[in-house]
């Protein structure tokens, strides 16, 4: 599974198209959104944090998720973590992902509601 086809089956995916289009400079945007829509979605089996964004070397290696959550709380949780997916590739791309709750992710997590 990834970005895209659990934002589709979650209908989120207009959501996160808009909010990149919104975001992303428009020469860019397609590139930026074909990125994040490969993102691979995993199966998380922390016990503290309902989802986390994994990066590896400067670049995204997958978005993790605790699926046995409440429907809207897991719809919540993966736009946060997509929030951190976006912010890395736009403001950080190639370096390792820091600042993960700064002002730029709040935009982010704002913009995607």
Same mark, same amino acid.
């Given at each position: 599974?990834?970005?895209?086809?659990?934002?589709?089956?979650?209908?989120?995916?207009?959501?996160?198209?808009e909010t990149v289009h919104a975001l992303v400079p428009d020469m860019a945007a397609a590139d930026f959104l074909q990125r +994040?829509?490969?993102?691979?979605? &995993?199966?998380? #089996? $922390?016990?503290? *944090?309902?989802?986390?964004?994994?990066?590896k070397q400067g670049e995204p290696v997958c978005i993790r998720l605790q699926f046995e959550q409440e429907e809207s709380l897991l719809r919540t949780t993966f736009l946060h973590e997509v929030?951190?997916?976006?912010?890395?590739? +736009?403001?950080?791309?190639?370096? &390792?992902?820091? #600042? $993960?709750?700064? *002002?730029?992710?709040?935009?982010?997590a704002e913009s995607l509601g």
């Open positions: 599974m990834t970005v895209k086809t659990f934002a589709q089956n979650q209908s989120l995916w207009p959501q996160i198209f +994040l829509a490969e993102i691979p979605i &995993r199966k998380s #089996r $922390a016990t503290r *944090s309902l989802g986390s964004y994994v990066s929030a951190h997916a976006g912010d890395h590739l +736009l403001n950080q791309p190639g370096r &390792r992902y820091r #600042r $993960a709750h700064g *002002s730029d992710w709040k935009h982010w």
